[in-house]
Antibody, heavy 120, light 106 residues
Framework: EVQLVESGGGLVQPGGSLRLSCAVS????????MDWVRQAPGKGLEWVAR??????????HYAASVQGRFIISRDDSERSLYLQMNSLKIEDTAVYYC???????????WGQGTMVTVSS | IQLTQSPSSLSASVGDRVTITCRAS??????LAWYQQKPGKAPNLLIY???TLQSGVPSRFSGSGSGTDFTLTISSLQPEDFATYYC?????????FGPGTKVEIK
């Protein structure tokens, strides 16, 4: 069964850091670009970051709102995706989803999401 | 690339034909996907490359368009279709989603 399981969410103070993890199973992880998408409470979806696959030299891309503060990374041997979040702001409060790119111009598999709350 | 969706919300009855429009601020070829999201759940892929139905998605869902104008159509609305629908462009970075269309029960 194809599965993405996020972990690492929680409550953090403004300016703090948090590292999200996504454990993958059921497909060849190294064949896919992987992304993080977030959703603030009551709001729409916002793409956060992408880690392209090995064949694309693991190039990363970021939304302007997180550029310079967040770092996406992956470990193909561990079948895991990560999001290191630094200098967190209140507006980073959201459910964070780990997402698989289908390699056909879509996000076809989503994790259940992990909640990140930035508050003092 | 900015995506706009219209309407932002709609009320419809079971059996109605529903059409949602997504417009891109510049051409994105057919690099557009549609998702359905129900409260408290992760989004679910419905349509990719503007008009290709994702495996397992009912055939009452269809998509069309290319360039800047796209449409998601539900041919006969079912009770389980009441949800929020998002379009997404994957043509260029940053990847972006539309603001969503909430489909409610009339």
């Amino acid at each position: 069964e194809v599965q993405l399981v996020e972990s690492g969410g929680g409550l953090v103070q403004p300016g703090g850091s948090l590292r999200l993890s996504c454990a993958v199973s059921g497909f060849i992880f190294s064949d896919h670009h992987m992304d993080w998408v977030r959703q603030a409470p009551g709001k729409g979806l916002e793409w956060v970051a992408r880690s392209r696959k090995k064949g694309n030299n693991y190039i990363t891309h970021y939304a302007a709102s997180v550029q310079g503060r967040f770092i996406i990374s992956r470990d193909d041997s561990e079948r895991s995706l990560y999001l290191q979040m630094n200098s967190l702001k209140i507006e980073d409060t959201a459910v964070y989803y780990c997402v698989r790119d289908s390699m056909s111009w879509a996000f076809d598999i989503w994790g259940q999401g992990t909640m990140v709350t930035v508050s003092s | 690339i900015q995506l706009t969706q219209s309407p932002s919300s709609l009320s419809a009855s079971v059996g109605d034909r529903v059409t949602i429009t997504c417009r891109a601020s510049q051409g994105i070829s057919s690099h557009l996907a549609w998702y359905q999201q129900k409260p408290g759940k992760a989004p679910n892929l419905l349509i990719y490359t503007a008009s290709t139905l994702q495996s397992g998605v009912p055939s009452r869902f269809s998509g069309s368009g290319s360039g800047t104008d796209f449409t998601l159509t539900i041919s006969s609305l079912q009770p389980e279709d009441f949800a929020t629908y998002y379009c997404q462009q994957l043509d260029s970075y940053p990847l972006t989603f539309g603001p969503g269309t909430k489909v409610e029960i009339k």
